[in-house]
């Protein structure tokens, strides 16, 4: 009983503490409101606070599709050099940040306009949060003011992100753009990084004589009430603009992550070296600064240990690794005696933990504190769980491990053969003959061999991208993008936009299957519009195979499954892309047609080929729920 009282009362003290809080900041802001001065003539707007901040920060590019709430947003930025992207849906523009902020270690940033400009980015925002990607999207809105009141465009936004969004925030006075951006680049930053949101009602960006007249301020007000309503709008209007040009802080705040403790990493350590089959599974967590790939490359390739490599850490081996391993997971987690899961989360892509032998020793590193231990309550149980940085484990664990320290090769090379065993058999199934048109396999087969060794793959489709996972092999750290978690189809046109803007001198791959190119296909005219080459291969089978490879089967019905074999090479070359067709026809030129693609890229002109494919068994019994 005394513990419950007491219990209550805690909690009643920190309730009142939080009011407190809250009004003491409330009337700061009131205080600063009166005390603060409003400079009446300057022509300087809100939009200049925004992209100082973002300069401060490194940002390179902003992806957005225009819109009045935030159009001086876009101007500033301009001004200072910070690129300008817009693309022709707002999803796009938010699928490229995340791209961005995936490739280039810092925030990518995608600002668009209210309402149903907002709404459209929900999908990308929420793959960016499953992604761990650190996504800084700003909004615009009506002014506070008319919030709530019926204006063009206005809705509860703040409700739609805060379930997506580590950080959600209004501005509502100017001189709080600064604050509050650099707390939400630092929140998208730090611990598990993810998607972050800031609002701006349109008062906030405009010059003040604009805003002033809006609002509808006046000198004639004759009547007591048209008086006091003139009055109150004018306050409010000076308490936006109070302060607003003061001097800012806008250097970012110290990016916070968490890191194992050496007793965490020698506990590792004794597992480790008394490991007679050892394995590392990575995910996309372990690429996260501030641990550099090559450093975390070498210290894999040091320790000589068994990895699968999962999402961003894709391609962290090179793309002959002997210790890279692709085929027959399931086998090897059953066989190892220790694992560890270095950014990998028990969820569907490991059987939510039952793939894992309960007689192993497990070691889960990861810096969610959720995922990290996700459905051990049911299937597996960590032997160490360790909540921090994968990437930096890694390399302590290397480090700590000693130079003497070196896995059994016989290992490593009993799961190379698997794999060999496994890609001789996909090899030989790629010389088969399909029913209709070209071999979806043989067409993976010489895209892998003609892409350049600097090449990047962007992955957005079911079957066509699936087949692909196991034939095409990423070049190195960070070249290899899909969705992630989330499984979204419609990433394509916008991570392809991000990671070629970043990377400027290297082939940008986008491998689409039919049904995912629909979300994509008019951003070509964005790549013309705004010179950005990347070369599109399109597995045209006719239809949404994965899911038609169950639902026939099960249900006896290819029903809203179908689609039809289009030219997609014209629609892209009437956006003034270059099209190319491959079909039957083309079954002994396969290899030069992509490198026409590949001529056409060099050339700096956005390029699709248009691959009609047959079906094949390859990937009968794969699952895609």
């Known amino acids: 009983m005394d513990v419950t009282i007491l219990s209550v009362a805690v909690a009643v003290v920190v309730v009142l503490l939080t009011a407190a809080f809250r009004y003491v900041e409330t009337l700061q802001r009131k205080l ?43 101007v500033a930025c301009d001004k200072l050099g910070i690129r300008v992207v817009d693309t022709r849906i707002e999803a796009t523009a938010a699928f490229a940040a995340d791209a961005t902020a995936r490739v280039s270690g810092t925030v990518g940033v995608c600002c668009v306009t209210a309402g149903p400009g907002l709404t459209n980015t929900v999908t990308a925002v929420k793959n960016a949060q499953m992604a761990e990607s650190p996504l800084l999207l700003l909004g615009g809105a009506g002014a506070s003011l008319t919030q709530g009141r019926g204006a063009l465009q206005d809705i509860d936004q703040m409700v739609l992100f805060k379930p997506l969004c580590k950080f959600c925030a209004r501005v509502t006075r100017v001189r709080e753009i600064p604050t509050i951006l650099r707390r ?78 050496a007793e965490q990493v020698n506990s590792c350590v004794s597992m480790v070296r008394k490991a007679k089959k050892p394995v590392i599974v990575l995910g996309s967590q372990a690429t996260l600064p501030p641990t550099q790939a090559g450093a975390l490359t070498n210290a894999l390739t040091n320790m000589g240990i068994p990895c699968f490599l999962g999402g961003m850490s894709r391609g962290l081996l090179g793309r002959n690794s002997p210790i890279h391993i692709m085929q027959k997971r399931r086998d090897a987690l059953k066989d190892a005696d220790v694992v560890i ?66 896995c059994d090769p016989t290992w490593p090379a009993q799961l190379k053969a698997r794999d060999h065993e496994k890609e001789a058999a996909n090899k030989k199934k790629a010389t088969e003959k399909t029913e209709h048109h070209l071999n979806p396999l043989k067409v993976l087969y010489e895209l892998e ?38 499984g979204t189809l419609g990433v394509g046109a916008g991570f392809a ?48 195979t994965q899911i038609m490879r169950e639902q026939v089967p099960m249900f006896g019905t290819a029903i809203g499954c179908q689609l039809t074999h289009n030219a997609y090479e014209k629609m892209a070359e009437s956006l003034g892309a270059t099209g190319l067709l491959m079909d039957r026809s083309c079954d002994d030129k396969v290899r030069d047609v992509l490198k026409d693609a590949k001529k056409s890229l060099n050339s700096g002109q956005p390029t699709l080929i248009n691959v009609l494919v047959g079906r094949t068994n390859f990937r009968d019994g794969s699952i895609s729920v």
């Open 184 to 261: 939400a680049i630092h929140a998208a930053q730090s611990g598990t990084p993810g998607p972050v949101f800031v609002e701006f009602p349109i008062d906030t960006l405009y010059p003040y004589s604009l805003v002033r007249q809006e609002a509808g301020v006046t000198d004639e007000a004759k009547t007591l009430g048209k008086k006091f309503v003139n009055k109150y709008i004018l306050h409010h209007v000076n308490s936006v603009f109070a302060g607003a040009w003061d001097e800012h802080v806008v250097q970012p705040l110290p990016v916070e992550r968490p890191f194992a403790t």
């Open 497 to 544: 936009l991000g990671v070629k803007l970043c990377n400027p001198d290297a082939e940008v791959w986008v491998i689409f299957g039919d049904g995912a190119l629909g979300y994509s296909m008019i951003e070509f005219d964005t790549f013309v519009r705004h010179k950005v080459p990347i070369a599109a291969v399109v597995g045209n089978d006719g239809g949404w």
């Open 341 to 406: 899961l270095a950014g990998t989360v028990c969820d569907f892509r490991l059987s939510y933990g039952r793939v894992l032998n309960r007689k192993s020793k497990i070691v889960a590193v990861n810096r969610s504190k959720e995922q990290l231990l996700k459905n051990s309550d049911l299937f597996w149980k960590p032997t160490l769980a360790v909540n921090a940085d994968p990437g930096s484990f890694l390399v302590s664990l290397y480090e700590l491990l000693g130079m003497d320290y070196k």
């Open 32 to 74: 600063n409101d009166f005390l603060l001065k409003v400079d009446e003539k300057s022509d300087r707007n809100g939009g200049e606070l925004v992209a100082n901040v973002l300069a401060a920060h490194g940002v390179k590019f902003v992806y957005t599709l225009c819109g009045g709430h935030i159009s001086p947003i876009l």
């Open 449 to 486: 061999d003609i892409m350049s060794d600097d090449a990047i793959m962007v992955a957005d489709g079911g079957d066509f991208v699936g087949s692909a996972a196991y034939i095409v092999r990423p070049r190195g750290p960070l070249r290899w993008l899909d969705p992630g978690a989330f």
